[in-house]
């Protein structure tokens, strides 16, 4: 009986030893906004097309041991916003669109794992390659009734406490959701105890880089969002950057771990606008923050827990279009983002001037590939001349909007030729209903195994982590 009893003993200390093994001491969170399954796929297309294989080139995280998917509706669409879905990603329930991190009626407030780790005594950061008070960021630190209280936002930023932030700035620091002026909200986030951080060089430049960190866009550039990864200089800041600066902080002076949400926001906003190239550079860009968080891993692989996941899937992007040939190498053509596109023939207009149609096509030819190593079909160019001549001749508006630009037209649709050529395929401008990837790695990831609904994701991980995520 003795002998049983000791057996026993000995078994249940094992067993209890590899249990805390498995316990995280510093999570991450990754989250491509707009990201769906095909978006990833697409770009391992792409990779694989480049060197003329017909074959996948798999991302950092798509090899991860566990794979699984996701729901992604929210509780009042059958198509979520990124509000509820960051909200489900957050707090582990669901919300109608447009709510942060509240119910649906915005009367209670839930509780994000970020402020379950906080709670734990782990630091917390939120990054993110748009604004920082944009919906996804929010719902793992504020509780508003719609996603554009902006400034609200940057109140309840302040509340938090949390230790560190990363983005391209904020949307509304000196006027309220009613439109009302109000003190600049830099001034309170000094007074909480957070050092403002314009650039990398700034950051690079800070002694104490274990402070309370505020790390944005050098000053005089975007507050919205960093730059699209197609239209990058060296010299400006990267998610990937961002990302090392966060992970650099929060591991300073810290014995007790951390967790860390990083968000490629802008493959959403490429997959808006229908820009097929723009977006497989924003999942590469995003690959890159993923792989800086796993080289962390590396070092820490019995300690360190990594999901990467997405909010939604946008544009319901289709990989073929007819043919059984995919054509996606031709989209490597394109050296710059819609947006960009848009600025450079809009620059044609310079002085009053009306270039020819020749001079436009030069444009396309440089930046699009198109007329030139990518063959362009009579109906095609005559659509796209159409379009020069209403706007460059006769003046009248061409513009094309997505949720978050305005194009020149002419760019748009020259867009939709090269897409149409690379077999690439849109369903929408806007959101779909698709499933959303889930990639797990590290200590007790083997619970990212099975179809999952989204706020099942935040659950599991305070579960791993031991954390009270009571909503």
Known sequence: MKKTNLILCLFLFVFSNLFAQQKPKYIFVLIGDGMGLNQINLTEVYLAAQQD??????????????????????????????????????????????????????TTSYKSIAYAAKEAGLKVGITTSVSIDHATPASFYANQANRNMYYEIGLDLMKSDFDFFGGAGFLSPEKTYAKEKAPSLFPQFEKSGYRLLYGLN??????????????????????????????????DMKLADITDAAIQSLSTD????????????????ASHANDAATTIKEVLDFNEAVKRVIAFYEKHPEETLIVVTADHETGGIGIGNGSSRLETKILAEQRVSHKELSNRISALRGEGKTP????????????????????VKNEDEEKLRGIYERSFVDHQDQTAKSLYATDDKLANEALKVLNRIATVSWAS???????????????????????????????????????????
């Open 356 to 375: 020819s149609w020749e001079e436009v096509k030069g444009v396309l030819t440089e930046n699009l590939g198109l007329f030139s190593t990518i063959k």
């Open 202 to 235: 700034e950051y690079k430049n800070v002694e104490n880089k274990g402070d309370k960190i505020i790390l944005m866009n050098n000053k005089g550039e975007d507050n919205v969002a960093l730059k699209y990864a197609i239209d990058q200089k060296s010299t």
């Open 53 to 106: 294989k017909n074959a996948v080139f798999p991302l950092s995280f798509s090899v991860f041991p566990f794979a699984t998917f996701a729901t992604s509706y929210s509780l009042s669409h059958g198509i979520t916003d990124s509000a509820a879905g960051g909200t489900a990603l957050a707090v582990g329930r669901k919300t109608k669109n447009g709510v942060i991190a509240m119910d649906s009626a915005a």
């Open 254 to 269: 810290n014995e007790k771990g951390f967790f860390l949400m990083v968000e490629g926001g802008k493959i959403d906003w």
């Open 429 to 471: 401008g806007n959101h779909s209903a698709a499933y959303i990837p889930v990639f797990a790695i590290g200590a007790g990831s083997e619970i990212f195994s099975h179809k999952m609904e989204n706020v099942d994701i935040p659950k599991k991980i305070a579960s791993v982590a031991g954390w009270q995520l009571a909503n």
